[in-house]
């Protein structure tokens, strides 16, 4: 897999993503920057068979026990090593999406140990997406991050916009900050400022950003840096460090087929707004009652079978996207973690569903959802193709239900338009 450019040399970055929407979003500015890469599902358990320049083994890490997701990253970490990786980077949330035990912090204590090094950057800055970092301090759009809907994320509610309290929190190293005014002085400067920070102590150091000049230029102060972590907007500035220019060719896949559905356990903002507008264009759209679920009710069997004959119409929907107040009542009746891995695996089993039924073109929203839905369809890795919106591609991967290969797009649970449900399959 990897884009058509012949290219020699071996893997330039190794890449470790804690969800897998947020491993397409990486590896969508990474191919947009010029880079060949191929996305994994899980740790492989061969040797990569294809040359590229960059890997994003996509884990399911962000929200399971610190232990684990630092048992995973570590498996990643060694896989990516024994293929050559140069340069390590710990992809996460742009809205820095943890618990007050993790996982980003622990993992990257975790994958600091073992490269040896004791230095490394964290910022979640996204601005294509209008994550921004100033003072330390994340906002998302216009708002603190406290304020833009993720206080409210069904697993993990950011209450704190201040990311060196919150990384403070969950890691054994000290935090500092490497503020905008320093970011606008230019790479050395952010040099400079690295190497005073660890006379300090330091260990991990959020960094401002605004917009994408300023991930450029911290970019090129990242050049041999061990481990870089971060969002996915950091990536835009790294392949320069490797001699790597944008190609038109790198997102090319294979002609779309079959017929289209979108799935949705996301209950961000976003796709609340996505699932409304696909809802007033008329189009067929299923709601799944998750306590329906919970009282043993085939509610896959009944969503396949509702879909069955709307399909060859166009796109259909099946969603659990709710608003937060219903969120959280179905959370109090079954309980935080049993809600979301019931509709989880409902959603998945109706995603496979409709693939077995002639689904080639499908739209899954949400991060943990995507998870489930590309481990039931046994994906094994993707390739990345044309943008949709700022951080969601096109992929095309093979499943034993397609086994010509599927187009599938994951699309975090606050990314994209409004119209993102119809205007995906328009863009293939
Ligand atoms: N109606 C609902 N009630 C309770 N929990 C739900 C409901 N619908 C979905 N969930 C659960 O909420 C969680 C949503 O997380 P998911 O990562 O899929 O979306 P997201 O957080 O919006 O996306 P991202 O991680 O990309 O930002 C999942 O565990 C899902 O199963
Ligand atoms: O960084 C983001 O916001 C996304 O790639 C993501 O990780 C959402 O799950």
Same mark, same amino acid.
């Given at each position: 897999m990897g884009n058509s450019t012949e290219r020699q040399g071996g893997v330039r970055l190794g890449c470790i993503a804690d969800d897998f929407t947020g491993a397409t979003d990486l590896a969508n500015n990474l191919v947009r920057a010029g880079m060949r890469v191929v996305q994994t599902? /899980?740790? &492989? %358990? %061969? !040797?990569?068979d294809t040359q590229v320049d960059a890997v994003v083994v996509a884990?399911?890490?962000?929200?399971? %026990?610190p232990e684990q997701a630092v048992a995973q990253s570590l498996a990643a970490l060694q896989w990516l090593q024994e293929q050559g990786a140069e340069q390590i980077y710990f992809k996460y949330c742009s809205t820095f999406d943890s618990t007050p035990e993790g996982n980003i912090g622990p993992v990257t204590d975790a994958l600091m140990q073992a490269l040896g090094t004791d230095f490394t950057i964290a910022t979640p800055a996204f601005p294509d997406n209008k994550r921004t970092v100033f003072k330390g301090y994340l906002f998302a759009g216009d708002v603190l991050l406290n304020e833009?809907?993720?206080? +409210?994320? &069904?697993?993990t509610p950011m209450k704190d916009p201040n990311l060196v309290r919150v990384l403070q929190a969950q890691t054994q190293k000290k935090v500092g900050l490497v503020d905008y005014q320093t970011i606008a002085q230019g790479a050395d400067a952010i040099r400079a400022r690295f190497a005073a920070l660890q006379a300090e102590g330091v260990g991990i150091a959020i960094v401002d950003a605004l917009a994408n000049a300023d991930l450029v230029t911290l970019g090129a102060a990242l050049q041999g840096m061990p481990l870089v972590t971060a969002?996915?907007?950091? %990536?835009? /500035?790294? &392949?320069q460090n490797f001699g790597i220019a944008p190609d038109s060719q790198a997102a090319a896949l294979p002609a779309a087929e079959g017929l289209q559905a979108v799935v949705s356990g996301s209950c961000s903002v976003a796709t609340n707004q996505q699932v409304a507008a696909f809802i007033a264009t008329g189009r067929p759209a299923l709601a799944i009652d998750p306590l329906r679920i919970a009282e043993g009710a085939d509610v896959r069997g009944e969503a396949l079978a509702w879909a069955r004959d709307k399909l060859a119409g166009g796109p259909v929907l099946v969603y659990s996207t709710a608003e937060p107040a219903s969120v959280r009542a179905i959370q109090g009746r079954l309980g935080v973690e049993q809600a979301g891995a019931m509709v989880e695996q409902t959603i998945a089993g109706i995603a496979r569903g409709l693939v077995e039924l002639g689904v080639r073109q499908l739209v899954v929203a949400g991060g943990e959802t995507s998870g489930a839905c590309v481990q039931a369809l046994q994906i094994a890795q993707m390739r990345i193709g044309a943008q949709?919106? !700022?951080g969601v591609p096109w992929c095309h991967a093979l499943s034993p239900a397609a086994p010509q290969g599927l187009h599938i797009a994951l699309k975090s /649970?606050?990314? /994209?338009? !409004? +119209?993102f449900f119809t205007k995906a399959f328009s863009r293939l």
């Open positions: 599902i /899980g740790v &492989p %358990a %061969a !040797p990569l884990l399911k890490s962000r929200t399971i %026990a833009s809907g993720m206080q +409210d994320h &069904p697993l969002g996915s907007g950091v %990536a835009i /500035g790294l &392949p949709i919106d !700022p /649970g606050n990314f /994209g338009t !409004p +119209d």
